[in-house]
DNA sequence: TGTCCGGTTTTTGTCGACAAATAAAATGCA
DNA sequence: TGCATTTTATTTGTCGACAAAAACCGGACA
């Protein structure tokens, strides 16, 4: 069970660099879903597969549980944290204001290299669509709007919204390993659009575009939980 | 040195308060610019000024970090974050709206038990103001439109508007300290119909005063901020 | 006098170990 | 057999110590 980048933790790795190597990893294993919502994440098991101490796993997990992603039940194992489907509406407004916030920003504020990141990952996010990739698909989007909200220059902002990205990524994943919709088509057409806005800095067209792609995202969620919902009744 | 929570944390403390009660006094001293921005922050110093080991420091230093309250430069001390006004207007944005977000949700989600916790906190900065203590002013007022924020009870905008009122708060007091204006009974009013308009439920009057509560801390903080600059060009 | 170089010192990042707290298992009792 | 209680075991929270990095200091040299 030794993978590339476990290995090189191990052998010759720099001082202070552990730390990010089991926090980014971790990360990713969370948001991909390969570590489901709820699992405990014991850390002398991390410590003997990352060939190093508990003490650079813990800040790890103090980091992550900052970000929410892992919570930290006291004197016992911390635990990945759950999706909490009750109340996803609350997430569901957060993202929306984040979508629009940030694209309008970016309206305002961005400079020409931004729009080629932002270019350059829409160019991403098409061969995902293209490939039928799903998985680099959901990637390529967070990216693109990433890049965004980074040309919006609004650090605030910023923060909250790769969080919320990175959340709605795992509720994506969630959905893309069951299913296999496919309406990106229409995802990419709107990232066009918002390309467009925001080079015309048309701020008001920008609120109108991110508000609408928003709605889009969420209704596709909801129908996904519903559709859930109703094959839980079905069985 | 030994202030009375000191010498509580050298004696009996449980088994995981170490951490808490460390972040906790770091957090207020940062906040209130007993630690001004800047200042190095010593591992071992507050090891010993704590009684206990560096492993807990470390821990809540990690997690300041992740608030943005404190700066950890690789290999070498952790700093208190500077406070940056040349991107000032980044936090007037991000206060503003969420000055305007949690108020309009407080308006939609509030049940009577939080509108009690509210009327509280306002009770407590209209005794600061009569007082004319500035500092539990400021601590008052925050925890005012954080209860607000709580009953909005949407945790990722509570989450951030947490973090902005304590900013806010830093800012505040760096003023504060030099000056003694007093526009607070405006504050106090302000609050009594932002109170009145969650009570009624009226969405659009919560936006409204919420909005014209932020202007007015962002224009008094302007105001500040231009008195200083013209201090520093006239000395 | 100013700059470069090497040693010294301070401070962090990491480690292994120990003790407390909880979960799990085993035992006793009705 | 089922439940309560004690014992064991696992896992975390904390500690002291060591080594690596960078800052600091002093001296040599141009």
Same mark, same amino acid.
């Given at each position: 069970?030794?993978?590339?980048?476990?290995?090189?933790?191990?052998?010759?790795?720099?001082?202070?660099?552990?730390?990010?190597?089991?926090?980014?990893?971790?990360?990713?294993?969370?948001?991909?879903?390969?570590?489901?919502?709820?699992?405990?994440?014991?850390?002398?098991?991390?410590?003997?597969?990352?060939?190093?101490?508990?003490?650079?796993?813990?800040?790890?997990?103090?980091?992550?549980?900052?970000?929410?992603?892992?919570?930290?039940?006291?004197?016992?194992?911390?635990?990945?944290?759950?999706?909490?489907?009750?109340?996803?509406?609350?997430?569901?407004?957060?993202?929306?204001?984040?979508?629009?916030?940030?694209?309008?920003?970016?309206?305002?504020?961005?400079?020409? @290299?931004?729009?080629?990141? +932002?270019? !350059?990952?829409?160019?991403? =996010? *098409? $061969?995902?669509?293209?490939?039928? %990739?799903?998985?680099?698909?959901?990637?390529?989007?967070?990216?693109?709007?990433?890049?965004?909200?980074?040309?919006?220059?609004?650090?605030?902002?910023?923060?909250?919204?790769?969080?919320?990205?990175?959340?709605?990524?795992?509720?994506?994943?969630?959905?893309?390993?069951?299913?296999?919709?496919?309406?990106?088509?229409?995802?990419?057409?709107?990232?066009?659009?918002?390309?467009?806005?925001?080079?015309?800095?048309?701020?008001?067209?920008?609120?109108?575009?991110?508000? @609408?792609?928003?709605?889009? +995202?969420? !209704?596709?969620?909801?129908? =996904? *939980? $519903?559709?859930?919902?109703?094959? %839980?009744?079905?069985?």
């Amino acid at each position: 069970m030794d993978t590339e980048s476990e290995r090189d933790a191990q052998s010759a790795r720099k001082r202070g660099s552990g730390v990010r190597i089991v926090y980014e990893l971790l990360r990713d294993e969370i948001i991909d879903l390969s570590l489901p919502p709820g699992s405990p994440v014991d850390e002398v098991q991390l410590a003997e597969r990352f060939g190093m101490s508990r003490t650079p796993i813990r800040e790890a997990l103090v980091r992550l549980a900052g970000e929410g992603l892992v919570e930290n039940l006291p004197n016992r194992s911390t635990i990945v944290s759950n999706i909490d489907f009750v109340n996803l509406h609350t997430f569901f407004d957060a993202i929306t204001l984040m979508y629009r916030v940030t694209t309008r920003l970016a309206g305002q504020y961005h400079r020409p @290299a931004d729009l080629a990141d +932002i270019r !350059r990952h829409q160019a991403r =996010f *098409v $061969a995902a669509v293209a490939a039928e %990739d799903a998985l680099s698909m959901i990637a390529a989007n967070r990216d693109f709007h990433a890049a965004i909200a980074v040309a919006g220059r609004n650090p605030y902002f910023t923060g909250l919204f790769l969080r919320l990205l990175d959340e709605g990524r795992r509720i994506f994943r969630l959905y893309y390993q069951s299913f296999d919709d496919r309406l990106p088509q229409e995802y990419a057409t709107e990232h066009d659009g918002i390309i467009a806005a925001i080079a015309a800095r048309d701020i008001d067209l920008c609120d109108r575009l991110a508000r @609408a792609h928003a709605d889009q +995202i969420v !209704r596709q969620i909801q129908a =996904f *939980v $519903a559709r859930d919902q109703r094959q %839980d009744i079905a069985l």
